[in-house]
């Protein structure tokens, strides 16, 4: 049988339904729903998506030769149910033609209005309407829309002139008016004779009169829209495969403009920002939609609420609105009755928030456009939670309902929305941790510190931060680098901190020794203001007020009906009791990832931690070792007083050595000082520790295996932490976690010497606790011999940062300088480091899970990667059978939606 590709609706009847969206794009297939659930909707068709793809695969002729019969049986039907003729002088049938993807991509596409005007039918229309004014502005906007979007005289870039617009305004100058609704019929048929005459001189051809020759013109434009570069932008950036193509919706016109009982407007079936259940919206009296876009004239509220709401905020007296800016429900009390009827009859039947367009035709109401409403993560929470007390929607349903990611908007600080109106971005880079900041410009962690303790709000920019600006990073209102990627230092550690960071931001140069940056060419010394928006990467100049994230208890509510449904627990990668308790408090149930590295960095224990790694030999190690042991001890109390009653996987040293030693000459001759050698030995022996490619040199479990007593002090100042606290009622729960394990021998070498440890101190306190020892799995090979690796831990932790890395070859730290080309060009569709690559890296995590757990079925799996907080990372973690995520404490809630999704879509 020929494939259809026609769908028809109209007077209640249609041949598509909702479901059917794929086929029919979400405008055609709700236009045909609303026809099945009685709403009125002027009469038209649908052509397929899937005529879309032949389009782009077989072309024009092809596909206008397969389509003319359906098509014109279809034009027949609209004829049939208006009492009109395509083509007729007398009673001509007016069309619109629409896109519509599956998805809404506003704006993206392209529309025609007022199709099948010509010389002759727009004396028809002006005698059928007894309004020549408006039949010949109708045949303008025709002319101007068809030449602009079919016969391509739309300007390529905003700052080039439409030719329309310039006629125009021309016109309008000569005639010293300022409105559109200023030109007589005489101005409007001028317009349209010089409209013509510019289409002539553009394109070589004459305007086509031919109605049929316009609509085969229009269609194959908006096909043609599918693939212009904003639509393809748009689907590059929201991961919308080409193959979907857009539907072509043809409908008989109707007319918000056709005067004053008429009016063209938009609304929503709840509050789009906030979530209230309050039916809201917009509208222009005498307008065609295309009124409301342009924004030339102030729209009206529809509703009388609404519109005393509006005024109170614009601070316009009752007086002045209830002249000049009436509600519907004042003008047209009829049609703004049926609207809200007709709107409630909509989100009962979608069970949805409904985002509607309409137009009044000479007071009778039409529906052009329903679809769910984009809204805000807030509302989205609200509405959620707001629709399942009211019975519309089901517990599974409130969750698939709401996009893990846009819970973020609800946890970070954000910019007051009317201060960032009027900012002006001077660079963007990646968005490496969200939220929003706002400080005074400081290049040196030590500064940050300083001038955050006289009170100051500051900004860390750097080149890169390492493990030394921690505590700079901490005190900071934001932190923005030059270069590093999406599991930067900065990005991961941001993350971890809730801390807004914009990290390799485009074209800045940072100057340490002047204290300056430039930005695109402007300079920025320190003291200067800048704001951070770390959600879309965005650097402004100056300050932009910020305002602090709520969580309500619609938002707890959500958490807890998550939890119901998941299986997969959720932690969190924390290394300090205050994001410790941020993340139990945003519900993580352990510890997932605690990089012991991070604690050296603090004053007191960076001047043994040096100590020990400048030492000579073994003993001078253990001398240092000797002093940081009660200081990693108080360390893993905190910690572990925090996660009281809940699993901590404690990981062991894992960074090159020399991250943690003096560069300057300064530290080193403080370090000179404190350990009685020469400066120069000092000097010698960093240098020694540096490496060519330190990510893949002397770190992880290799530490441990060539010095054992690394090992050894901290299994015991976990061990000994645990069991003081035991003494005090607090439960600690110890994992000791061996990292960047990728011999077999390695993980064992070190678990012999956790376990002696861990005996050691069993006995001196003649007491003992629970605990378990396992290996992060990190390493390409770690994952292909995970059948051996498994028969001696306990529990497996995947570092996808490092089995990303080292997976693809690509470097941490540098991968910002090719992976935004990468991504432009199409090499890579996603950030491998944001979100797990699961036909690579996901199946070294599958195989070592299936692997690990051929062995000892009680494996216990886990990821604690960056990844851990993607949502669709967190959903592939589900389907391997992992059993649980760990991610930093702000995307806790993320995964916890992520989960209890990925769960109940099996
Ligand atoms: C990893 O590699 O995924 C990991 C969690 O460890 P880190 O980021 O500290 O190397
Ligand atoms: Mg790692």
């Given at each position: 049988m020929e494939r259809k590709r026609v769908y028809t609706f109209g007077n209640g009847a249609a041949e598509g339904r909702s479901d059917m969206r794929n086929l029919l794009g979400g405008k055609g297939a709700n236009l045909a729903e609303m026809n099945l659930i009685g709403v009125p909707v002027?009469?038209?068709?649908?052509?397929?998506?899937?005529?879309?793809?032949?389009?782009?695969?077989?072309?024009?002729?092809?596909?206008?030769?397969?389509?003319?019969?359906?098509?014109?049986?279809?034009?027949?039907?609209?004829?049939?149910?208006?009492?009109?003729?395509?083509?007729?002088?007398?009673?001509?049938?007016?069309?619109?033609?629409?896109?519509?993807?599956?998805?809404?991509?506003?704006?993206?596409?392209?529309?025609?209005?007022?199709?099948?005007?010509?010389?002759?039918?727009?004396?028809?229309?002006?005698?059928?309407?007894?309004?020549?004014?408006?039949?010949?502005?109708?045949?303008?906007?025709?002319?101007?829309?068809?030449?602009?979007?079919?016969?391509?005289?739309?300007?390529?870039?905003?700052?080039?002139?439409?030719?329309?617009?310039?006629?125009?305004?021309?016109?309008?100058?000569?005639?010293?008016?300022?409105?559109?609704?200023?030109?007589?019929?005489?101005?409007?048929?001028?317009?349209?004779?010089?409209?013509?005459?510019?289409?002539?001189?553009?394109?070589?051809?004459?305007?086509?009169?031919?109605?049929?020759?316009?609509?085969?013109?229009?269609?194959?434009?908006?096909?043609?829209?599918?693939?212009?570069?904003?639509?393809?932008?748009?689907?590059?950036?929201?991961?919308?495969?080409?193959?979907?193509?857009?539907?072509?919706?043809?409908?008989?016109?109707?007319?918000?403009?056709?005067?004053?009982?008429?009016?063209?407007?938009?609304?929503?079936?709840?509050?789009?920002?906030?979530?209230?259940?309050?039916?809201?919206?917009?509208?222009?009296?005498?307008?065609?939609?295309?009124?409301?876009?342009?924004?030339?004239?102030?729209?009206?509220?529809?509703?009388?609420?609404?519109?005393?709401?509006?005024?109170?905020?614009?601070?316009?007296?009752?007086?002045?609105?209830?002249?000049?800016?009436?509600?519907?429900?004042?003008?047209?009390?009829?049609?703004?009755?049926?609207?809200?009827?007709?709107?409630?009859?909509?989100?009962?039947?979608?069970?949805?928030?409904?985002?509607?367009?309409?137009?009044?035709?000479?007071?009778?109401?039409?529906?052009?456009?329903?679809?769910?409403?984009?809204?805000?993560?807030?509302?989205?929470?609200?509405?959620?939670?707001?629709?399942?007390?009211?019975?519309?929607?089901?517990?599974?349903?409130?969750?698939?309902?709401?996009?893990?990611?846009?819970?973020?908007?609800?946890?970070?600080?954000?910019?007051?929305?009317?201060?960032?109106?009027?900012?002006?971005?001077?660079?963007?880079?990646?968005?490496?941790?969200?939220?929003?900041?706002?400080?005074?410009?400081?290049?040196?962690?030590?500064?940050?510190?300083?001038?955050?303790?006289?009170?100051?709000?500051?900004?860390?920019?750097?080149i890169e931060t390492s493990p030394e600006d921690l505590r700079g990073m901490a005190t900071a209102q934001g932190i923005l680098t030059a270069r590093g990627g999406m599991t930067s230092h900065a990005a991961v550690v941001a993350r971890g901190m809730g801390k807004c960071c914009v990290s390799a931001a485009n074209n800045l140069s940072i100057d340490y020794k002047s204290r300056k940056m430039t930005i695109n060419g402007k300079a920025l010394l320190e003291g200067d203001w800048i704001s951070l928006d770390g959600t879309t990467g965005n650097v402004y100049e100056g300050q932009i007020q910020t305002v602090d994230a709520e969580l309500g208890p619609d938002f707890t509510e959500l958490m807890e009906i998550a939890d119901k449904y998941t299986r997969m627990e959720v932690r969190t990668n924390a290394d300090t009791p205050h994001d410790a308790v941020a993340a139990r408090n945003f519900g993580a149930t352990g510890i997932g990832l605690c990089r012991t590295e991070h604690m050296f960095f603090e004053e007191d224990k960076i001047v043994p931690m040096r100590e020990m790694i400048l030492a000579k030999d073994e003993e001078g190690r253990r001398r240092a070792l000797e002093k940081l042991l009660p200081l990693q001890k108080k360390d893993f109390k905190g910690i572990f007083t925090a996660m009281d009653g809940y699993p901590v996987t404690v990981r062991l040293l894992d960074p090159p050595l020399h991250e943690f030693v003096p560069h300057d000459e300064k530290g080193q001759m403080e370090m000179a000082r404190v350990m009685n050698i020469s400066y120069e030995d000092i000097h010698?022996?960093?240098?020694?520790?540096?490496?060519?490619?330190?990510?893949?040199?002397?770190?992880?479990?290799?530490?441990g295996n060539l010095y054992p007593e690394i090992t050894e002090m901290q299994t015991r100042a976990i061990m000994e932490a645990a069991l003081e606290l035991k003494k005090e009622g607090i439960t600690a729960i110890p994992e000791i976690m061996v990292p960047l394990t990728g011999i077999v021998y390695e993980f064992k070498n070190q678990k012999e010497i956790i376990e002696r440890t861990i005996q050691q101190v069993f006995s001196e306190n003649s007491d003992s606790i629970d605990y378990k020892i396992g290996t992060m799995i990190e390493i390409p090979r770690a994952a292909l011999t995970a059948h051996k690796i498994a028969k001696e831990a306990d529990f497996f932790s995947f570092g996808t940062n490092d089995l990303t890395q080292m997976t693809f070859g690509y470097s941490r730290d540098d991968v910002a300088k090719f992976l935004p080309l990468y991504l432009d060009k199409g090499i890579l569709k996603q950030d491998p480091f944001a979100v797990l690559d699961q036909n690579g890296v996901g199946q070294l995590v599958s195989m070592a899970v299936q692997a690990g757990r051929s062995v000892r079925p009680s494996l216990k799996c886990g990821i604690c990667g960056e990844h851990g907080g993607d949502p669709s990372s967190v959903k592939f973690c589900h389907r391997v059978g992992l059993n649980y995520v760990s991610c930093s404490p702000f995307r806790v809630p993320i995964a916890r939606l992520a989960a209890a999704q990925a769960a109940i879509e099996g």
């Open positions: 002027p009469p038209g068709f649908t052509i397929t998506t899937e005529v879309c793809t032949e389009y782009n695969q077989l072309g024009k002729d092809y596909v206008t030769g397969v389509l003319k019969k359906e098509v014109e049986h279809a034009v027949a039907g609209i004829e049939r149910l208006t009492g009109t003729r395509f083509g007729d002088k007398e009673n001509p049938c007016l069309l619109s033609v629409r896109s519509g993807a599956r998805v809404s991509m506003p704006g993206m596409m392209d529309t025609v209005l007022n199709l099948g005007l010509n010389d002759e039918a727009v004396q028809g229309i002006a005698v059928k309407s007894g309004n020549e004014r408006f039949a010949w502005d109708s045949y303008r906007r025709f002319v101007q829309m068809y030449g602009d979007v079919v016969l391509g005289l739309k300007p390529e870039s905003k700052d080039d002139i439409d030719p329309f617009e310039e006629i125009m305004d021309t016109m309008k100058e000569v005639k010293g008016i300022e409105l559109d609704t200023d030109l007589t019929v005489d101005d409007l048929k001028t317009l349209v004779k010089q409209f013509k005459q510019a289409v002539k001189e553009r394109t070589g051809n004459d305007f086509p009169s031919d109605p049929w020759d316009q609509l085969w013109g229009a269609v194959c434009a908006v096909f043609d829209s599918w693939m212009n570069d904003r639509a393809i932008l748009y689907r590059k950036m929201n991961n919308f495969p080409e193959e979907w193509g857009t539907a072509v919706n043809v409908q008989a016109m109707v007319y918000g403009n056709m005067g004053n009982t008429s009016a063209t407007g938009v609304a929503f079936t709840r509050d789009a920002a906030t979530g209230e259940d309050l039916f809201n919206g917009e509208y222009l009296i005498n307008a065609q939609g295309e009124d409301v876009v342009a924004g030339v004239r102030t729209p009206q509220q529809i509703t009388l609420e609404g519109s005393h709401r509006w005024a109170k905020m614009q601070g316009i007296s009752e007086e002045e609105r209830a002249s000049k800016y009436p509600s519907l429900e004042e003008i047209m009390p009829e049609c703004a009755a049926q609207l809200i009827e007709t709107q409630q009859k909509l989100e009962d039947y979608f069970k949805d928030m409904q985002d509607l367009e309409f137009t009044i035709q000479d007071g009778k109401l039409w529906l052009l456009q329903t679809r769910s409403g984009k809204r805000t993560g807030a509302a989205m929470v609200k509405i959620a939670t707001d629709m399942l007390h009211q019975g519309y929607i089901d517990e599974k349903t409130a969750l698939k309902r709401c996009d893990p990611e846009k819970l973020d908007e609800l946890l970070h600080p954000v910019f007051d929305k009317k201060a960032l109106a009027d900012a002006h971005a001077i660079t963007h880079g990646l968005p490496a941790s969200p939220g929003a900041a706002t400080g005074q410009v400081v290049f040196h962690a030590d500064e940050a510190e300083e001038w955050a303790k006289e009170g100051k709000k500051v900004i860390l920019c750097r010698e022996r960093v240098e020694s520790l540096l490496e060519a490619n330190p990510m893949l040199g002397l770190r992880g479990c290799r530490l």
